[in-house]
């Protein structure tokens, strides 16, 4: 069978909650595979919500549909404050990227919580802001930045990532309508260990299926390389 943009490939799949320290509960999916312990972990962090981002956002959401089966990754979805989704609507109001530190670290207590094994975190636009801001905890084994506008996140946060000394991994479209592969290598040179992956003919929404498989083999080469390359048949 081929894989194409609708499979969903089989995993174990669970409803669950986030707990925030400021009070907020938070609506989520976990994907594990079907038999034994997962590789590493992806919590993702999705974008906008004020323009339509959410944890179903479709390269999020492939994610969870084959890579536990194909890269033995448990794959972390949520809804960051005031987001809705057909999962349900996570409490609490958007705070255009501040108070969403609380959800970061929720979705890291959880995993730590349940055993959840080398977590990385994958952002995609506004989600790679909240990374980049939030991200740096002794739990995270490194971040991959899809689309990063770095707009919210500064040099300062850059600088700050530096320090952190994880690997940092940006894949940036050639024709995003906010930052470009020839900007991002300067803006990311100030993280020695980041790398910046730039993808020819894609775009800030990763749209149609060629773009999402660069995506997902980019990831899992980096978080399990025993399963790079990604099948595109089971």
Same mark, same amino acid.
């Given at each position: 069978?081929?894989?194409?943009?609708?499979?969903?490939?089989?995993?174990?799949?669970?409803?669950?909650?986030?707990?925030?320290?400021?009070?907020?509960?938070?609506?989520? !999916? +976990? $994907? #594990?595979?079907?038999?034994?312990? /997962?590789?590493?972990?992806?919590?993702? *962090?999705?974008?906008? =919500?004020? @323009?339509?981002?959410?944890?179903?956002?479709?390269?999020?959401?492939?994610?969870?549909?084959?890579?536990?089966?194909?890269?033995?990754?448990?794959?972390?979805?949520?809804?960051?404050?005031?987001?809705?989704?057909?999962?349900?609507?996570?409490?609490?109001?958007?705070?255009?990227?501040?108070?969403?530190?609380?959800?970061?670290?929720?979705?890291?207590?959880?995993?730590?919580?349940?055993?959840?094994?080398?977590?990385?975190?994958?952002?995609?636009?506004?989600?790679? !802001? +909240? $990374? #980049?801001?939030?991200?740096?905890? /002794?739990?995270?084994?490194?971040?991959? *930045?899809?689309?990063? =506008?770095? @707009?919210?996140?500064?040099?300062?946060?850059?600088?700050?990532?530096?320090?952190?000394?994880?690997?940092?991994?940006?894949?940036?479209?050639?024709?995003?309508?906010?930052?470009?592969?020839?900007?991002?290598?300067?803006?990311?040179?100030?993280?020695?260990?980041?790398?910046?992956?730039?993808?020819?003919?894609?775009?800030?929404?990763?749209?149609?299926?060629?773009?999402?498989?660069?995506?997902?083999?980019?990831?899992?080469?980096?978080?399990?390389?025993?399963?790079?390359? +990604?099948?595109?048949?089971?």
């Amino acid at each position: 069978m081929d894989i194409r943009a609708s499979t969903v490939l089989p995993a174990k799949r669970e409803d669950i909650e986030l707990n925030t320290a400021d009070g907020l509960t938070l609506v989520g !999916e +976990l $994907a #594990l595979p079907e038999s034994g312990s /997962p590789a590493a972990t992806l919590i993702c *962090l999705h974008p906008l =919500p004020t @323009h339509g981002g959410m944890m179903d956002s479709h390269v999020l959401r492939k994610a969870s549909y084959r890579l536990p089966a194909l890269a033995d990754l448990a794959v972390l979805r949520f809804n960051t404050r005031g987001t809705t989704s057909d999962r349900g609507t996570s409490q609490g109001a958007f705070d255009g990227g501040e108070g969403e530190r609380y959800d970061v670290a929720a979705a890291l207590e959880y995993a730590d919580f349940h055993d959840l094994p080398r977590p990385w975190l994958v952002g995609w636009s506004f989600g790679t !802001e +909240l $990374a #980049l801001k939030w991200g740096r905890d /002794p739990l995270v084994q490194g971040a991959i *930045l899809l689309s990063p =506008p770095l @707009h919210r996140a500064t040099d300062a946060d850059l600088d700050a990532w530096a320090e952190f000394d994880r690997p940092l991994i940006a894949l940036v479209p050639e024709f995003d309508d906010y930052l470009q592969p020839e900007e991002a290598t300067r803006r990311f040179s100030r993280v020695p260990q980041a790398e910046v992956v730039g993808v020819e003919g894609a775009k800030h929404l990763w749209v149609g299926e060629p773009y999402v498989r660069i995506v997902l083999n980019e990831i899992v080469k980096r978080v399990n390389p025993s399963a790079a390359p +990604l099948p595109t048949a089971v």
